[in-house]
């Protein structure tokens, strides 16, 4: 034979890629692996949790506070309870990791030679901003307003979205040597014809930054104030114009920010009212119920006929009846009764029903519109009629979340890089699809234990509206370890090298949740696996791995978690492997001789992690893991206290008393201290 | 499939406590299904050797590896360098696997991590049942598919002995009488008069008792040879 045939199987080592996305994942428009931050905030690693949110998100911080979080609406924990917390385990975390987020900040080298400029600093504008400044490029960006961040300066309202939050985010983005330009209005302080001249690409994101009106008689007049510019004043602290009663019109997230906006402005009364039923509106739940405790009425099913006016004074809004809102293939296209019809009395009316962007600023470039006034633009390149004038954020996706103005910021990036690369943009466009992790069965929910949501509290609802201050209570410490160890870690279980099992069934017989199926080898299916890594330490040809988590991580790291140890100790040295719960409770402290071993969970420890413990010097072991109502996986604390058990047997050779290799299952709540110290206590010094 | 055990630390120990470069070799076929001489349990193992080292004050370098098979030579090919590096290689493959590496390695020691125990399944979770014993002639189609040269203790072909008790061999209360277990399961087959009919004495040379067996398969041989 003159080559080898049979190829040695690799070595595994390491975390694997993934595979599949879970839900919460392939929810978010820029793919946060969310369950990979959450994991590592339960391990109290708030500033890789950050590392992970800011790797793919530059606006984190507005996320953390705003995000409508669409990951939490897919969180496979809704077939249990409910969904994990997951924006505020965000907010917890990058709160948390503040200080390290501003160390980490530094310019980056602009090698590439070419510059870029930006319309708008908006979620889109400033993503797109961060990622061509990564990429060398120099970046500079005109806004509009006085401050950077569009609308997320501009018109969100203080308490809901701090400005020093903001400010974190744009520092960041600023940090990495992006120019900005503000208070410039394009067209007028710089043309268009001078931007192209000025840089390679220009990237025009300037979202819908003006309110929509009605087309309704007395519409024009005092007392009858916009959306956007009313917001804008209320931001900047300007006078606003409102009375005592305020009618705001419209049913979205922007006019409950403008419901409540007013009240905290100091309105008396602030009702809304809008065209579609409770369950129609499209304002998040959320948002309304906050809005109704602080007092807020809304109108449901009227429709606005006309301002009535006594002369220049506003009295209220002429409504009609809404009889339907959406036709019967489910269009906008609402209908009345024109006979119901009433006067909701009001001195002033602010009209938030909708808004639109101003392409002014585009005469005399050739950047096409269509004939709604609309830009026209190619959806494989973002690119606009005119080549090298990319387009993003809401001017494209339409009104729509803040993370998704970041996604499409994310691809204009992508695009720009490969048009200056001269490369095929539509081609370099095109994603891979990644598999998204089903449902949770219904015969693995059942084992899934319910575990109460976190919820985070809000300020009393008649003390919050009288001044802008941010009206969520953040998680302390303790709490934000619960919610994290809620999430059921989907996506982020086993992996089984085909080319290392060899088909023995224990993986199978092990799992708690029947996610292995086993033909010429194990395949551990994503949508059953519940990730307690009883099986990885239990194979018998080492084939298993873990996503997002090196199964080899303890073991070579043994000699730094026991240290040194003193021949001439009284004390032994005692390995704690201690489930993260434990671990993490920094209201205990152990004395020097028991040498922590953080551990996520009992289940994922292995003999040999054990074992080298004893090689490293360790005189014994001293698992602290949850008792079975504690432990988030059935089965756990039996099977390993079997693991256990067995080890004792492979070191009694040594001379190593059983004594040596001691578990306690703690109780949640319960002083477990005392418990490990019987343990050490009865351990033997090696050798003595 | 074959089922072993790992022998103790100490047998292991005595063994290995004069070598400086010792492979813990392990077998990822059948004694891994029995966690006896897989990948794990070669880590395991080096572990344990290394620990001991350090007691006992021995500079032993110890290291671990796996292959998936310890009785074909194909399998060999790609680590067998690396191996013939140690001064001692303890093998963690079945006695097979042992007998073959040694037959290969040249000048390098090779010791057996585990003993080699019998054919046998996994009767449930944890528990590995002897079921055959590689006899060369198999008469199971007579004994309604339970061997009695295998799980019958002292071999009979005729029926059970006079240790037979409520279905258990003298030999232990745990141990089910092979005998019978075949008069019960060829009564719910209805064969048992099969039993009556007179057979001629068996012939064991096809057993070890004919001396080692080898098996040839002609069609299979010399795959590599070139045209004629």
Request: charged share 25%.
């Amino acid at each position: 034979m003159s080559e080898a045939k049979v190829k040695e199987k690799k070595e595994v080592a390491g975390t694997p890629e993934k595979t599949h996305f879970p839900p919460c994942r392939d929810a978010c428009p820029v793919k946060t692996d969310i369950q990979n931050y959450v994991w590592l905030i339960g391990e109290g690693r708030n500033e890789d949790a950050f590392d992970i949110i800011r790797s793919v998100n530059p606006i984190a911080s507005v996320c953390s506070l705003i995000c409508h979080h669409p990951c939490e609406q897919q969180c496979r924990r809704c077939d249990v309870d409910k969904p994990v917390s997951i924006r505020h385990l965000k907010r917890f975390a990058i709160e948390q990791a503040t200080e390290y987020r501003r160390s980490k900040r530094k310019a980056v080298p602009k090698t590439r030679g070419k510059s870029i400029g930006i319309i708008g600093s908006g979620p889109s504008g400033l993503t797109a901003a961060n990622d061509l400044a990564d990429l060398g490029y120099d970046v500079t960006i005109y806004e509009k307003g006085p401050d950077l961040g569009g609308m997320l300066s501009s018109a969100i309202p203080t308490y809901r979205l701090s400005r020093e939050a903001l400010r974190e985010d744009i520092d960041d983005v600023l940090s990495k040597g992006v120019e900005s330009v503000t208070n410039c209005n394009i067209g007028e302080d710089i043309t268009m014809k001078e931007l192209r001249e000025k840089h390679d690409a220009v990237l025009v994101a300037v979202g819908l930054a003006e309110s929509r009106s009605l087309p309704i008689p007395g519409v024009d007049g005092p007392g009858v104030l916009l959306a956007i510019p009313f917001l804008f004043n209320a931001a900047y602290g300007k006078p606003t114009g409102i009375g005592k009663r305020v009618l705001v019109i419209g049913g979205g997230n922007v006019a409950v920010d403008v419901a409540r906006t007013a009240l905290r402005l100091g309105a008396e009364n602030v009702e809304m009212v809008c065209l579609e039923s409770e369950e129609e509106m499209p304002a998040w739940d959320w948002e309304v119920e906050e809005a109704d405790e602080e007092g807020i009425k809304v109108h449901h099913r009227w429709g606005p006929k006309g301002v009535s006016r006594d002369g220049d004074t506003v009295k209220g809004l002429d409504v009609v009846k809404v009889t339907s809102v959406f036709d019967e293939s489910g269009r906008f296209n609402p209908k009345f009764d024109e006979n119901q019809k009433q006067l909701i009395e009001a001195d002033t009316i602010i009209i938030t029903i909708g808004q639109m962007s101003n392409y002014d600023f585009l005469k005399g470039s050739s950047v096409e519109r269509d004939e709604r006034g609309l830009l026209k633009w190619d959806r494989a390149t973002q690119m606009s009629s005119e080549s090298g004038v990319f387009v993003s954020g809401e001017v494209v996706t339409g009104p729509g979340s803040a993370i998704a103005a970041a996604a499409s910021g994310h691809r204009s990036a992508r695009a720009i890089h490969l048009f200056l690369e001269g490369k095929d943009v539509a081609a370099g466009l095109q994603d891979e699809e990644i598999a998204r992790i089903e449902k949770l069965p219904p015969d693995v929910a059942c084992k899934v234990k319910s575990v109460p949501r976190n919820e985070t509290e809000l300020l009393d609802p008649k003390t919050r509206c009288r001044e802008f201050i941010q009206i969520e209570i953040g998680y302390d410490e303790m709490t934000a370890l619960k919610e994290a160890r809620r999430c059921r870690s989907c996506g982020g279980g086993a992996l089984v090298d085909q080319d290392k099992c060899m088909a023995c069934l224990t993986c199978l017989r092990i799992c708690p949740y029947d996610a292995p199926v086993v033909t010429n080898a194990s395949y551990i299916s994503p949508d059953r696996c519940q990730a307690c890594g009883l099986c990885a330490p239990e194979c018998p040809a080492r084939a298993i791995r873990m996503f997002g988590y090196d199964v080899d991580s303890i073991r070579n790291e043994m000699s730094a978690y026991i240290g040194k140890v003193d021949p001439s100790r009284k004390e032994p040295v005692v390995a704690a492997f201690m489930c993260s719960k434990y671990a993490l409770d920094k209201s205990v402290s152990l004395p020097s001789n028991i040498r922590p071993i953080q551990v996520h969970c009992a289940s994922r420890i292995d003999t040999l992690d054990v074992l080298k413990a004893f090689e490293a010097g360790a005189d014994g072991v001293a698992v602290v893991m949850c008792d079975s109502e504690g432990c988030r996986h059935p089965g756990v604390s039996r099977i390993v206290a079997r693991r256990l058990r067995h080890i004792q047997g492979l070191v009694q050779p040594l001379g190593i008393a059983n004594e040596a290799v001691g578990h306690l299952k703690a109780t949640e709540g319960q002083d477990w201290t005392e418990g490990l110290g019987g343990i050490a206590a009865g351990i033997p010094v090696r050798g003595k | 499939m074959i089922v072993g055990s790992q022998k103790p630390l100490d047998e292991i120990w005595g063994m290995v406590k004069d070598s400086k470069n010792v492979l813990v070799f392990g077998c990822n076929t059948c004694v891994a299904i029995c966690h006896a001489g897989g990948e794990k349990e070669a880590e395991s193992i080096a572990s344990l050797l290394r620990t001991k080292a350090g007691q006992e004050g021995v500079d032993m370098k110890v290291e671990s590896m796996g292959i998936q098979r310890h009785c074909e030579p194909e399998y060999f090919e790609p680590v067998m360098d690396r191996v013939r590096g140690y001064d001692m290689v303890l093998s963690t493959a079945c006695g097979v696997g042992v007998n073959f590496l040694a037959e290969r390695i040249g000048k390098v020691q090779v010791c057996p991590g585990i003993n080699t125990s019998f054919y046998g399944a996994v009767e449930s979770p944890g528990v590995f049942k002897e079921l055959c014993a590689g006899c060369g002639d198999c008469i199971l189609h007579m004994t309604g598919g339970i061997c009695p040269v295998a799980r019958c203790s002292k071999t009979l072909m005729n029926g059970p002995c006079g240790g037979t008790d409520n279905g258990k061999c003298e030999i232990g209360k745990e141990v089910d009488c092979a005998w019978y277990l075949i008069v019960e399961r060829m009564k719910t087959l209805g064969t048992l008069d099969q039993l009556a009919e007179v057979r001629p004495p068996r012939d064991w040379s096809p057993g070890t008792a004919g001396g080692p067996r080898r098996l040839t398969i002609e069609h299979l041989m010399d795959m590599e040879e070139s045209e004629e």
